[in-house]
């Protein structure tokens, strides 16, 4: 089949390498070149690498809903265009060029997680499976009829960033199977129940504040999600510390949220219910390490967090 690819980050370029193996990619569409790093340096999208190493001509448009970017869309005449974390919205018109439709991967089991963040809000949120989908798109924020759905069970210590990598490739393998039903013909659409609908909203640095008056699970789900990035993080003197890897402990549960009641060995907190153990950390500047080795090179002078 003729496939336009729509998207931009890492976890797109599974599912292009994927079908650029076995259809005719007409072309990929992904956000501009960005400035990152220190030197600010312009760097082309994950998926614009990867369509450079396919051989694949890239579009790079301000604005995708843009006539100019309607008319290159029309004159490459794809039967489908697949959509994965592009980054914008396609207006109706785009909706309707390809002759078997637009076809989007969506990181969660729809209509759970609607919007920019599914991965990091299914472990946040403590969920025991996440998955992905694909789905038909329409003017709606992911609301399509659900084309095929796979379910992943999140392991114990899943962080956000190892059930990106896992959906990454869980998604390719979904969207060869999707394109697979669509160039026969034989595949269902589902409807996604609209009442149990939730929404995902964008992940924010500030998120990242551990706030000791929740629960120690809360907090343990909190660090897993936002790592590795933007990170959770908390004070301890004063400095900023990155926290990457925490458990929960049993503590006395008398004690004021946000006291330190174990800085020798092992570095706990006491939270809203129970104590929350910080194994790995990163002073502001330093490297990340674990807590134990941490404490043997530091005195904590304050007992309070914060």
């Not at 914008?88 to 002759?99: F, H, M």
């Not at 920019?116 to 996440?130: K, L, M, T």
Request: aromatic content about 6%; charged content about 30%.
């Amino acid at each position: 089949m003729r496939v336009l690819f729509m998207g931009t980050p890492d976890f797109a370029v599974p599912a292009l390498n994927a079908i650029a193996k076995e259809h005719e990619v007409v072309g990929v569409i992904t956000q501009q070149d960005k400035p990152r790093g220190r030197g600010h340096k312009m760097s082309p999208t994950p998926v614009k690498e990867a369509a450079i190493e396919n051989n694949i001509e890239v579009y790079q448009p301000i604005k995708v809903k843009e006539q100019e970017s309607v008319k290159i869309i029309r004159e490459l005449n794809p039967d489908v265009i697949v959509v994965i974390a592009f980054g914008q919205i396609l207006s109706k018109e785009i909706l309707d060029i390809p002759r078997l439709g637009c076809i989007n991967v969506h990181a969660s089991l729809l209509p759970k997680y609607r919007g920019a963040a599914p991965i990091q809000w299914a472990v946040i949120n403590g969920d025991e499976y996440s998955g992905v989908d694909t789905m038909y798109m329409e003017e709606g924020l992911d609301t399509g009829d659900i084309i095929e759905s796979v379910k992943v069970k999140l392991d114990k210590d899943e962080t956000g960033g190892s059930l990106f990598d896992r959906l990454s490739l869980k998604g390719a393998e979904v969207i060869l199977s999707t394109l697979k039903k669509l160039e026969s013909g034989e595949f269902s659409r589902t409807k996604q129940d609209e009442s149990q609908a939730t929404y995902a909203g964008k992940i924010t640095k500030d998120m990242g504040l551990l706030d000791y008056n929740k629960s120690a699970s809360e907090l343990e789900c909190l660090i897993r999600g936002l790592n590795p990035w933007p990170a959770a993080f908390t004070f301890l003197d004063s400095k900023r510390v990155k926290v990457w890897k925490a458990s929960v402990v049993d503590i006395d549960k008398n004690v004021t949220p946000g006291t330190i009641v174990s800085k020798k060995k092992q570095l706990v907190i006491a939270t809203a219910d129970k104590g929350l153990s910080i194994d790995e950390l990163q002073v502001e500047g330093k490297k990340r390490m674990k807590a134990s080795d941490f404490l043997n090179g530091v005195k904590i002078v304050n007992d309070i967090v914060g």
